[in-house]
Antibody, heavy 120, light 110 residues
Framework: QVQLVQSGAEVKKPGAAVKVSCKASGYDFSSYYMHWVRQAPGQGLEWMGIINPSSGGTSYAEKMQGRLTMARDTSTSTVYMELSSLRSEDTAVYYC?????????????WGQGTLVTVSS | QSALTQPPSASGSPGQSVTISCTGTSSDVGRYNYVAWYQQHPGKVPKLMIYEVSKRPSGVPDRFSGSKSGNTASLTVSGLQAEDEADYYCSSYTGNNNLVFGGGTKLTVL
């Protein structure tokens, strides 16, 4: 069965960077795009970006440009999300979510979420 | 890219039907049939309820249905049950390899 297992919670200081991993199993890793979505406490879902695990190509939400980097390691079926210059507003649960067969921009499979807390 | 517009709250009594709207623009909801709906219970991971405007994943009750007219998509929950009480989010592809979510609607079963 499809599984997406994310790394554990992080506490970071303002200005630092955080890197969250998402290890996929149960399917052909290179055949499905992966997205990152975040949710601030008590707030809604926010799309961050997408990575093509086969080519490594990425596309980021405009507000994340310059601070967000997504990468993948095909040898371990893992995607990474790195957010730099952290501020308090980046405190959120970060999810990886696998795109659908055919790349139709919906997510049936999600990671368990990683809480990132930004605090001095 | 601005978030899609959803009503902050909706409610209905058990057995009733409720419809949640999701309004975008001609560049997202109106242009693409890549609209999805997610249900999220407190502290839980979002669950896909509807994809490609009106398709239901296996395992999702047929009480949940989706539709679209112009720039507005809708999720209808018929025969409301207590376990339907949750937050609901719509999403739409916006072109240029981008996606946007709605602000979310808290559904209360009275």
């Amino acid at each position: 069965q499809v599984q997406l297992v994310q790394s554990g919670a992080e506490v970071k200081k303002p200005g630092a960077a955080v890197k969250v991993s998402c290890k996929a199993s149960g399917y052909d890793f290179s055949s499905y795009y992966m997205h990152w979505v975040r949710q601030a406490p008590g707030q809604g879902l926010e799309w961050m970006g997408i990575i093509n695990p086969s080519s490594g190509g990425t596309s980021y939400a405009e507000k994340m440009q310059g601070r967000l980097t997504m990468a993948r390691d095909t040898s371990t079926s893992t995607v990474y999300m790195e957010l730099s210059s952290l501020r308090s507003e980046d405190t959120a649960v970060y999810y990886c979510a696998r795109d659908s067969p055919g790349w139709y921009w919906y997510y049936q499979h999600w990671g368990q979420g990683t809480l990132v807390t930004v605090s001095s | 890219q601005s978030a899609l517009t959803q009503p902050p709250s909706a409610s209905g009594s058990p057995g009733q039907s409720v419809t949640i709207s999701c309004t975008g623009t001609s560049s997202d909801v109106g242009r693409y049939n890549y609209v999805a709906w997610y249900q999220q219970h407190p502290g839980k991971v979002p669950k896909l309820m509807i994809y490609e405007v009106s398709k239901r994943p296996s395992g999702v009750p047929d009480r949940f249905s989706g539709s679209k007219s112009g720039n507005t998509a809708s999720l209808t929950v018929s025969g409301l049950q207590a376990e339907d009480e949750a937050d609901y989010y719509c999403s739409s592809y916006t072109g240029n390899n981008n996606l946007v979510f709605g602000g979310g609607t808290k559904l209360t079963v009275l």
